[in-house]
């Protein structure tokens, strides 16, 4: 069956430019998951969301931040005013749900270049 | 706090060598969930192995074995006879039943490079 998907895979923006990243989930996955993979800094978890709602928003570096899932399915993380410190992978995963025995599998990710 | 820690960086070894990739973690929970995963070159995490906190039995799949020891909180792994297609970064990773804690904290990867 299809996987995580994301889109774009690549982009390139000029400081202070907003750019909305997309994901869709594999179908009937209940949670959606974001990380950020920068050079040297490891897989560093931003949020997730249960259907709709994101209990857990923790991750999130700064206001700038925003992500957004709809109907269940495909989310969106926005970044506003984009910084060249914001270079890195977005990568999305989900999971069938969000319990501790629920595996996490991920889309390709979004290489994110801001100039 | 929860930590994954894999000190090793990157590791280089010449094909068919066995290799093992170490990983130490920090919980205070008594339940959690270890994982593996490998990203090759294409950038895809790829899922290797789930093992929750409550079975110790090494886990051996094909050339992949895994050690879980949690008297030293470690959950290594080992390819045996390692191949060039193994090159790729290898993480560990870590899952606590308290849904307070990041869902998934990872260790920073461990690059492997088999050379022909």
């Known amino acids: 069956g299809a996987g995580v998907s994301q889109s774009p895979s690549n982009k390139v923006t000029e400081k202070g430019k907003d750019v909305e990243l997309r994901c869709d989930p594999i179908?009937?996955?209940?949670?959606l998951y974001w990380y950020r993979q920068s050079l040297g800094q490891g897989l560093e978890f931003l949020i997730y969301f249960q259907g709709n709602s994101a209990p857990d928003k923790s991750g999130l570096p700064s206001d700038r931040f925003s992500a957004e899932r709809t109907g269940g399915s495909v989310s969106t993380l926005t970044i506003q005013r984009t910084q060249q410190e914001d270079s890195a992978v977005y990568l999305c995963a989900s999971s069938l749900g969000a319990g501790l025995t629920d595996t996490q599998y991920f889309g390709p990710g979004t290489r994110l270049t801001v100039l | 706090a929860q930590k994954v820690t894999q000190a090793q960086t990157e590791i280089s070894v010449v094909e068919k060598e066995d290799v093992t990739l170490d990983c130490v973690y920090e919980?205070?929970?008594?339940?959690?969930?270890l994982f593996w995963y490998k990203q090759p070159p294409s950038g895809e995490l790829v899922f290797l192995i789930r093992?929750?906190?409550?079975?110790?039995q090494n886990e051996i799949s094909g050339r992949y074995s895994w050690n879980f020891q949690k008297s030293t909180s470690s959950f290594n792994f080992t390819i045996t006879a390692s191949q060039v297609v193994d090159s790729a970064v290898y993480f560990c990773?870590?899952?606590?039943?308290?849904?307070?804690?990041?869902?998934?904290?990872f260790g920073k990867g461990t690059r492997l490079s088999v050379i022909a």
């Open positions: 093992r929750n906190s409550f079975d110790e």
């Open positions: 990773a870590l899952s606590e039943l308290d849904p307070r804690n990041t869902p998934l904290v």
């Open positions: 179908s009937g996955h209940t949670a």
């Open positions: 919980t205070r929970d008594t339940t959690y969930y």
